[in-house]
C-alpha cells in the first residue's frame, strides 16, 4: 500500500515565510548605502640628508690593454683620494664600465669605396663610479677633490633621504588627518551624519629628488675649484582615501 506524501498549511507556510525572508535579504543586499568618500594629501618638505655623486675616467689609446692600464691607474688615483676624505669604499660603487673601438674613418674622396671590415685603430674605456654620501656638506669637496685626483667626466649629483619610508608614513599620516577633516568639514556643512569608515585606501608615497644639472659627457677642469653647492628641499607626498557611511543628520542618532 503506498502513501502519498502530503503537505500540511504549516509547512507550506514555513516555505513561504523561508522564500519571504530571502527575498528581503536580497534586496537589502541591493539597497545602496549612501557613503561620503575624501582623499587627503600630505606634504613634507624635508632637506637631504645624503647624496650620490657620480663621476668618472675616459681613457683613449692604441693598445687595449694599456688604455685599461691607465684607466685603472687613474681611478686608483681618485679612490685613494676619496679614502683621504674619510669615504668608505664600501660606499663607493662601480655604476658603469665600457670598452669601445675606436675605428679609423672611413675615405672622404667621391667614389672611393672602402673595402673589408672597419679597421680598429684604438680603444676608449669609461669607468663611472658612484660616491654614497652621509655628510651633504662634503658634496663640494668630494666632486673638487675627485676631479683633482684624475677624474675628468662628472656625470651627476643626486639628493635623497637616509630613512624614506619614515618620511613616506609621516606624510602618510598627515594624509589620513587631512581626508577625516574634510570629511567632517563637509558631513556639517551639508547636514549629514558620519557613520562609519567603511574603507581606507592609500596612494603611493613618493620622494621627489632633486637633480643638481650634471655637466654630463663634458671634460671638467680640477682647476676652476669646488663649486657651491645647495641641497634646497626635497618633497614627500602621500594620498590617502576614506570611505564613509553617511545618513541625515536629523534621523539617526549620535553614536
Known amino acids: ?18 522564500t519571504l525572508g530571502q527575498a528581503e535579504a536580497l534586496d537589502e543586499e541591493k539597497r545602496t548605502v549612501p557613503t561620503l568618500t575624501v582623499t587627503g594629501t600630505g606634504h613634507l618638505m624635508l632637506e637631504p640628508d645624503m647624496a650620490h655623486v657620480t663621476f668618472g675616467i675616459q681613457t683613449i689609446g692604441k693598445s687595449l690593454a694599456e688604455t685599461q692600464r691607465q684607466n685603472s691607474s687613474a681611478m686608483r688615483k681618485v679612490i685613494d683620494r676619496l679614502a683621504d676624505l674619510e669615504i668608505d669604499q664600501k660606499h663607493i660603487q662601480t ?3 665600457t670598452v669601445s673601438p675606436q675605428y679609423k674613418p672611413p675615405p672622404k674622396r667621391n667614389g672611393e669605396v672602402s673595402t673589408g671590415p672597419p679597421e680598429i685603430i684604438g680603444y676608449m674605456v669609461n ?3 658612484t660616491v654614497e654620501l652621509f655628510q651633504p656638506e662634503k658634496v663640494a669637496i668630494v666632486i673638487e677633490q675627485a676631479l683633482a685626483a684624475g677624474a675628468n667626466h662628472f656625470q651627476g649629483l643626486l639628493w635623497a633621504l637616509k630613512e624614506p619610508q619614515h618620511a613616506k608614513l609621516r606624510a602618510m599620516k598627515q594624509a589620513v588627518v587631512t581626508a577625516r577633516e574634510k570629511a567632517e568639514t ?22 621627489r629628488r632633486l637633480s643638481a644639472s650634471p655637466r654630463s659627457m663634458i671634460t671638467m ?4 675649484g669646488a663649486a657651491p653647492v645647495f641641497g634646497g628641499e626635497m618633497t614627500v607626498e602621500a594620498t590617502a582615501t576614506l570611505v564613509y557611511e553617511i545618513a541625515q543628520n536629523d534621523s539617526i542618532p549620535a553614536r
Not at 500500500?1 to 515565510?17: D, G, Q, V
Not at 677642469?221 to 676652476?224: G, I, P, R, V, W
Request: proline share 2%; glycine share 4%.
Open 95 to 97: 655604476s658603469s664600465f
Open 127 to 129: 669607468n663611472q663610479i
Open 221 to 224: 677642469d680640477a682647476s676652476a
Open 1 to 18: 500500500m503506498s502513501h502519498r506524501c502530503m503537505m500540511t498549511p504549516f509547512a507550506l507556510m514555513f516555505i513561504f515565510l523561508g
Open 186 to 207: 563637509l558631513s556639517e556643512a551639508l547636514k549629514l551624519k558620519l557613520l562609519r569608515l567603511v574603507s581606507v585606501s592609500e596612494g603611493d608615497a613618493v620622494v
